[in-house]
């Protein structure tokens, strides 16, 4: 007999008559269970703060620069305008908004108001920047930095590097337009938009 065998027997006499607790398994298991449930409130806690926190970083750096968006009827002396936040803006008695001045509207632009009007003249801050990202951009180009998206109901154009204009005919302006004359009167209110400077 070596030495280990030795050891291994003391050991089984030793231990013989030890049994375990019925209670023993049973709290071994709880406790497992308690810390399972633990991790996983933590974890879902976690998940939920990312979120709360992610989303709002995520808006804040897709936000392109404010941008001031009205009607502005050129027969008009001063024609009031609505930004995307209900803050008015004045268009000058030249049909000007945010710099750019707007040189023709059609025929049926002949109300007081913009929502007389139902075209709307929206002028970015920073060229074509916002206009790229926001995908205003890839529609069909019919002039130099002028672009018809394909609804066929609205129209960028890129004066310079600091006025992008997005031009928008609403559903019942189209209509009272006439399904073929909404694209061309489209791109005479672009060709007719410039630099008020």
Known sequence: MNTEEALREAMSEHVAEVHASPMLGRSVRRRSRRTTLRLRTAGAGLVTAVAAVSAPVAMSLTAGPAVSVGAAPVT??????????????????????EGVRVGYLPETCDGPGPNDCGIWVGVYGDGDQSLRVDGRLDGRQVAEGTYLDASGKMITRILDDQHGVLVVIGDDAARELGADTVERELRKIAEGLSLAG
């Open 76 to 97: 008009n002396a001063v024609t009031a305008t609505v930004t995307p936040t209900e803050t008015p803006v004045v268009a000058d008695a030249g049909g000007v908004v």
